[in-house]
């Protein structure tokens, strides 16, 4: 079975400027989630997705930053504009509703 | 919102002894509460987990255990290997209503000494 897919695996801007993410879950998983993981920390909770729908953005700093999952499949984060204090690895996770969540590779992101 | 606690930061242990890793966490909603292992520069893979209605459970050299009215549980790894050595996080959520993302843990370095 194949696993969480993520890409960019690294990404380098500069602040102020724009970055996406991209997540393909595990085939089936109708939940979806996006993590931001800040060096030296546990994950923290950005965003989850039930299918196409929102089920918790609660701690999605929406000033700057978006999700979307139009298809209830594919999923792409953004930040814009991107700040210092943004850089962290970004990691998508996907289940079954109420089961395991299993982590992608992640996003590097490096703000400078 | 949910608060989990995480103790030690650092966890050094000769190669063949015990390991012990304390969660607190700090609401009684909370009902599942998985283990994940991170190696450097890879992803969080699970290692166990437990659910509010089981007070232990054992996977061959690991174990967890929860006391709910102490909102606290714990990983135990016995009979430690080199390959051990990683980041382990707890974390916990609320499964059954919908939104069931995990709050983490800050981590604990375990480090296993030849």
């Known amino acids: 079975e194949a696993g969480v897919a993520q890409s960019p695996r690294y990404k380098i801007i500069e602040k102020r400027q724009s970055v996406a993410f991209w997540c393909n879950p595990i085939?089936?998983?109708?939940?979806l989630y996006w993590y931001q993981q800040i060096l030296g920390q546990g994950p923290k909770l950005l965003i989850q997705?039930?299918?196409?729908?929102?089920?918790?953005d609660s701690q999605l700093p929406k000033d700057r930053f978006s999700a979307e999952r139009l298809k209830g499949v594919d999923s792409t984060l953004k930040i814009q504009p991107a700040k210092l204090e943004d850089s962290a690895v970004y990691l998508c996770?996907?289940?079954?509703?109420?089961?395991?969540?299993?982590f992608g590779p992640g996003t590097r992101l490096l703000v400078l | 919102g949910e608060n989990v606690e995480q103790h030690p930061s650092t966890l050094s242990v000769q190669e063949g002894d015990s390991a012990v890793i304390k969660c607190t966490y700090s609401?009684?909603?909370?009902?599942?509460f998985p283990w994940y292992k991170q190696e450097l520069g890879k992803r969080p893979q699970l290692i166990i987990d437990?659910?509010?209605?089981?007070g232990e459970k054992k996977d061959q050299r690991i174990a967890v255990t929860l006391n709910k009215t102490a909102k606290h549980f714990s990983l135990h790894i016995t009979e430690t290997q080199p390959e051990d050595s990683a980041v382990y996080f707890c974390?916990?959520?609320?499964?059954?209503?919908?939104?069931?993302?995990?709050?983490f843990g800050k981590g604990t370095h375990l480090i296993i000494q030849p």
């Open positions: 996770a996907s289940s079954f509703p109420q089961e395991t969540q299993y």
């Open positions: 085939s089936g998983h109708a939940t």
């Open positions: 997705f039930q299918n196409n729908g929102v089920v918790d």
């Open positions: 609401d009684s909603a909370s009902n599942y």
């Open positions: 437990i659910r509010s209605n089981v």
């Open positions: 974390a916990a959520s609320t499964t059954g209503g919908g939104a069931d993302g995990l709050t």
